[in-house]
């Protein structure tokens, strides 16, 4: 089982940055394929970025240029630095994880692909 603990949420103003931090348990099969979603309010859960163990990355269109993730696999961590916030950024954020999946060419905003959640971590970002 895999297990996800995240950090860093919180409440900033537009144009401000924010590091979200998770870390996973559970062997690293299972956490080969990591990532960041979003739940804002009356949307859908939507991919934000995500990235494998090697280091391939997906970063979404709306938060190209803003928002890096990257890995520390040592810690079995995975860290979403987000700068230049916008209003339009405020959401529930979750972690996941799950092995590669079998004919994947790289990693992809596709919730699908995740097998774990962590509990969600709120983002709240204001005019």
């Known amino acids: 089982q895999v297990q996800l603990v995240e950090s860093g949420g919180g409440s900033v103003q537009a144009g401000g940055s924010l590091r979200l931090s998770c870390v996973a348990s559970?062997?690293?099969?299972?956490?080969?394929?990591m990532g960041w979603f979003r739940r804002a309010p009356g949307k859908e859960r939507e991919g934000v970025a995500t990235?494998?163990?090697?280091?391939?990355?997906y970063i979404a269109d709306s938060a190209k240029g803003r928002f890096t993730i990257s890995r520390d696999n040592s810690n079995n961590m995975v860290v979403l630095q987000m700068n230049n916030l916008k209003p339009e950024d405020t959401a529930i954020y979750y972690c996941a994880a799950g092995p590669i999946p079998r004919g994947s060419v790289g990693p992809t905003g596709n919730e699908a692909d995740f097998l774990y959640w962590g509990q969600g971590t709120q983002v709240t970002v204001s005019s």
């Open positions: 990235i494998y163990r090697i280091g391939s990355t």
């Open positions: 559970g062997d690293f099969y299972r956490t080969n394929y």
